[in-house]
């Protein structure tokens, strides 16, 4: 079984800043490529930043230059720094993974359970 178990989460005012962290466990052979999603009520589910194996990076335009995404492979966690909050990041924030638990097996999706992050005005 693989889990990604998500912290960091809470209440910052706006121009804040917090700390996503989420951790991968279980059967996990490789972790090719790690992101962090969000969704508002009423809204899709996007992606904020995503980060593949040799730490190339991607972002959502609406959080270039605020988040910063990172990985510790040994560790397999995928980091969101998020500075500069602005209530429009309010959301529920999940991690994502696609990774292979067998060196033969293809690759698979996890999900994360979610936190919510709230910027108040």
């Known amino acids: 079984q693989v889990q990604l178990v998500e912290s960091g989460g809470g209440l910052v005012q706006a121009g804040g800043s917090l700390r996503l962290s989420c951790a991968a466990s279980g059967s996990i052979f490789s972790i090719h490529f790690m992101a962090w999603y969000r969704q508002a009520p009423g809204t899709q589910r996007e992606l904020v930043a995503g980060?593949?194996?040799?730490?190339?990076?991607n972002y959502a335009d609406s959080v270039k230059g605020r988040f910063t995404i990172s990985r510790d492979n040994a560790k397999r966690t995928v980091y969101l720094q998020m500075n500069s909050l602005k209530p429009e990041d309010t959301a529920v924030y999940y991690c994502?993974?696609?990774?292979?638990?067998?060196?033969?097996?293809?690759?698979?999706?996890?999900w994360g359970q979610g936190t919510q992050v709230t910027v108040d005005s």
């Open positions: 994502y993974a696609n990774l292979q638990t067998t060196s033969i097996s293809p690759q698979f999706q996890f």
């Open positions: 980060i593949t194996s040799d730490i190339s990076t």
